[in-house]
T-cell receptor
């Protein structure tokens, strides 16, 4: 299936831990994104990569570090997790030209 | 900067009722406009889009028309079903900015 796939789907961890979320797309898209969705369903862009190059880096704590080893993968590493990091994190990809995004199914991160 | 304002929810309707979710936008250029739907526990899915003024996007009985004069892209459906219960997001994509801007989402609940 052509898709954007994220792993893991659920992640429960303790404060202070370091964790990673992985994203892969097999759509051939050049641009990939990380979005954070809070408990009120608000979506906030965090990062965007175009063909492995960082193009958008919103005001996000530097505990969050994206890595794009190739244009099909965009991973998110989070250091020293805090309670406020609990949210659903979505990966997405797109092509230029106003065709919209394809989203992954999300990773629900719970920090306890 | 670009912004999207959506009708506040939640919206509760009876099955077969008419649905309108209002969306207005502010953008400096000529954006593409989108509606996404998020079913419980899932990622966002592109529902429909319009790339220029007076275009009408449609899918699964939903429609929205790109109105440049009123900077609006209201979502409509003539007869909703219980299965339409979801969160709906209006969004715009400005190719110059390289990212999409999302509204806050409107939760729709359809009761039998």
């Amino acid at each position: 299936d052509t898709a954007v796939s994220q792993t893991p789907k659920y992640l429960v961890t303790q404060m202070g831990n370091d964790k990673s979320i992985k994203c892969e797309q097999n759509l051939g898209h050049d641009t990939m994104y990380w979005y954070k969705q809070d408990s009120k369903k608000f979506l906030k862009i965090m990062f965007s990569y175009n063909n492995k190059e960082l193009i958008i880096n919103e005001t996000v704590p530097n505990r969050f570090s994206p890595k794009s080893p190739d244009k099909a993968h965009l991973n998110l590493h989070i250091n020293s997790l805090e309670l406020g990091d609990s949210a659903v994190y979505f990966c997405a990809s797109s092509v230029p030209g106003g065709y919209g995004y394809t989203f992954g199914s999300g990773t629900r991160l719970t920090v306890v | 900067g670009d912004s999207v304002t959506q009708m506040e929810g939640p919206v509760t309707l009876s099955e077969e009722a008419f649905l309108t979710i209002n969306c207005t936008y502010t953008a400096t250029g000529y954006p593409s406009l989108f509606w996404y739907v998020q079913y419980p526990g899932e990622g966002l899915q592109l529902l429909l889009k319009a790339t220029k003024a007076d275009d009408k996007g449609s899918n699964k009985g939903f429609e929205a028309t790109y109105r440049k004069e009123t900077t609006s892209f209201h979502l409509e459906k003539g007869s909703v079903q219980v299965s339409d219960s979801a969160v709906y997001f209006c969004a715009l994509s400005d190719t110059n900015a390289g990212k999409s801007t999302f509204g806050d989402g409107t939760t729709l609940t359809v009761k039998p």
